[in-house]
């Protein structure tokens, strides 16, 4: 017998929460624990009913506390549950918070109901769902080469390319960075190339997500492009 997915609904749209407990209601081993329309709903839930959900399906754009706050405090909190977390405000750049916070899927409003069966089932399963579009910024910001494990931070990023890391995350041009630090743009250029060698990005981009991923950042500082 299959184990039953237990999922739980937050949206503060009645008709899409109710479109997707019927379809999702009526599927092999899915149950719904239970619905939410605000964040401060799910959280008076989430301490009063005695089982956590496997998956929540989660809106972003809510009034009160939204689902960027939602998915903080799940973080801390109930990091047991996997985060899909659905808008209609849907953008690649927000591929940061996703790795930032853990989320399991970042996924448009506009999904097909059986699509989002396949996405719910694959993170049951193995904890995390990218699109293809998302594949697509990963594999263009990250390296393609996994670096070695060593027990020596050779690595290690010196305080003055932790700065420059941080401006150029915030767009500045190596003109910008040297007036900053009181450096000449040639230095900036010099730090910017140790900074591509030891994080092994690829591009700015990869910069950008590998300062996310480390702490030198947090994603909504980053100005949107």
Known sequence: MKDIITITLVDDDALIVSLLQDFLGNQENIEICYTADSGEMLMEKLATESALPDIMILDLNMKGINGVEVTEFLKQNYPSIKVILMTSHYKRSFMGFMLKTGVSAFIPKGISPVQLLEIIREIYDKGFYFMD???GVLREQIS?????PTLIEKNKLTEREIEVLKLICF???AKEIGEKLFITPRTVEGHKSNLFIKTEARNIAGLVIYAIQNDYIEPN???LI
């Open 133 to 135: 579009d998302q594949l």
């Open 144 to 148: 393609h080469k996994s670096p070695k």
């Open 171 to 173: 767009q500045k041009t």
């Open 221 to 223: 500082e980053i100005p």
